[in-house]
């Protein structure tokens, strides 16, 4: 685990040293929220859940949630999904947390 | 977004209800395979609807199997899937395509030419000499020449100062300026009297040309000359060197006429004269703005009411028909019409004006007659009003009104014609 931190120190100081956006070098989701009624998600590694309440998707090591009501998948590619809906709350998941 | 769109309706795209345990994964397995669903809702514990493209539909089975879940197309989007049931109607589609055709033929053909910013000359002729030139109703539009048109109008008509021809859709407009014509009038210079146009009494003479006939002060009837344009000039004879014979009268004075256009301002006093009268009470008729509509069809003689009532429903009314029937076609008409009845409410005043109310309108209106008869502009100089009474007593106010003003009589009248109007 302490190499993994190491590596990913690293990664921010290089980033950060060149100017490289974070989300690029440290394989981070770009998150986008229109008000309350679309959540663009970039980045993604696949849905873990989806019901018309709850969407949970797969994002770098860990989690993102989206609770809401209504919850549509508008559209869903290879690294990119789009959330419609009534959107309540967001919220980052760590790897193995229960929600 | 838009073109997205379009692109999948040109494509044709289907939905799907998919029904199995990982659904999820399902998604996940498409999504990394490159199959692009998108309006995914969930319909209930294990059912989703998804909408995908026709061409994906055959790499979802596989996907479907291997997460043992199973599909169902219910809708069926787009072009392919219209062609295909345009297969079954070939008709239709002949038709449609024919429509479009004609459509487009037809409006290839000038069908209305207008005519604008004509004045003197009348749009028919106009319209005749285009004709000649090749743009008639009818007529195609890549035959015809714009710039021809123009130039054959502008050639045949002296008249015009520029043509414009301008083509929009099936209609042509011909845009036409005309040529101003300075008209002198030829008898302008030719003499003429003044004379009187109104009986008056003379109250001021200015002759800046031609010879007065009348002096202040005299009374002067509609037609009498003012200002003669004849001026006679008397010619004296050779002073003579020896005294006449005795016995011999001295000759006659010879005069030598002269005809000017007369020119000058004969201001007369003239009087006008007007009457009114009113009714001390009378009855007025007014529409109240309440009305009742009724339609009804007549068949021979019965008539069947549709709409509205059969009888007016107001006791003083005005009533207006209006009747449409079917056209006749030789001696054959068919007896069927369609009549609509209006009833407007009339209201009865009775309205009381007084001796001093009636006077009042009776004088108004007597003033009003006058004005109607004065020319434009005139200052009455003076104005009297008189009440006419006859012997019986009446409910009746009769007014005269006598207006005096000051004006400019004269109207010329050529020389030539009052000559020949002795012939």
């Known amino acids: 685990m302490s190499l993994r931190d190491l590596q990913r120190k690293l990664k921010k100081q290089f980033s950060d040293f060149f100017e490289i956006p974070n989300d690029v070098m440290l394989d981070l989701p770009k998150i986008v929220l229109v008000g309350n009624l679309q959540v663009f998600i970039e980045n993604h590694r ?21 609770t809401g009501s209504k919850l549509m998948l508008r559209n869903i590619k290879t690294d990119e999904i789009c959330v419609e809906g009534q959107i309540k709350s967001l919220c980052f998941l760590e790897p193995g947390e229960v929600w | 977004m838009v073109l997205l769109r379009l692109f999948s309706f040109l494509m044709g795209h289907v939905s799907l209800v998919v029904r199995g345990e990982f659904l999820e994964k399902f998604v996940n397995m498409a999504a990394s395979r490159g199959i692009y669903l998108w309006d995914i ?17 055959r790499p979802l089975r596989h996907i479907a199997r291997t997460t043992k879940s199973c599909f169902k197309v219910v809708e069926r989007r787009g072009l392919p899937f219209m062609l295909n049931r345009m297969k079954k109607r070939k008709l239709l589609a002949v ?10 033929f037809l409006s290839s053909f000038v069908w209305f030419i207008q005519v604008t910013g004509n004045e003197r000359l009348s749009s028919e002729e106009i319209k005749k000499i285009a004709a000649g030139a090749g743009l008639k109703p009818g007529a195609a539009k890549w035959d015809l020449d714009a710039k021809l048109v123009e130039n054959t109008l502008r050639e045949k008509i002296s008249s015009v100062a520029w043509v414009g021809v301008y ?35 003379i109250k001021e003479v200015l002759v800046l040309n031609g010879q007065a006939v009348i002096k202040e002060g005299d009374t002067v009837l509609p037609g009498s000359i003012l200002i003669s344009g004849e001026i006679k000039e008397e010619i004296k004879p050779e002073p003579a060197n020896q005294p006449l014979p005795e016995g011999q009268e001295p000759p006659e004075p010879q005069y030598v006429s002269r005809f000017v256009r007369a020119k000058g301002i004969v201001r007369a006093r003239v009087w006008y004269e007007g009457y009114g009268e009113c009714r001390i009470s009378e009855t007025l008729e007014k529409l109240s703005g309440r009305q009742k509509t ?12 549709i709409a509205g009532p059969k009888e007016s429903p107001y006791r003083h009314y005005q009533e207006k028909q209006t009747v449409k029937s079917l056209p006749k076609w030789r001696n054959i008409s068919i007896p069927v019409e369609v009549r609509n009845v209006q009833y407007m409410e009339i209201i009865k005043e009775r309205m009381t004006y007084g001796q001093a109310g009636a006077k009042k ?39 005269k009104a006598f207006v005096e003003t000051v004006e400019d009589i004269g109207t010329i009248k050529p020389l030539k014609a009052a000559e020949e109007d002795k012939d």
């Open chain 2, 95 to 104: 038709g449609g395509v024919v429509f479009l055709l004609t459509l487009y």
């Open chain 2, 41 to 57: 809702t969930r319909l209930g514990n294990d059912r989703m609807r998804v909408k995908v493209r026709i061409s994906d539909v």
């Open chain 2, 361 to 399: 309108i009776a004088e108004q209106k007597a003033m009003q007659e006058v004005s109607a008869k004065l020319p434009q502009g005139e200052k009455i100089t003076e104005q009297r009003l008189e009440q006419v009474n006859t012997a019986a007593e009446e409910e009746l106010v009769r007014i």
């Open chain 1, 46 to 66: 696949g849905i873990v859940e989806y019901t018309t309440e709850k969407v949970r998707v797969k994002v770098g090591e860990g989690e993102f949630g989206i």
């Open chain 2, 167 to 201: 083509v929009k859709g099936t209609r042509v407009t011909i845009e036409i300026a005309e040529r101003k014509l300075v008209q002198e009038d030829p008898h302008r210079n030719d003499p003429a009297h003044i004379v009187a146009g109104k009986a008056g009494l």
């Open chain 2, 294 to 305: 009724s339609a009804r069809i007549k068949i021979g003689t019965k008539e069947i009411i």
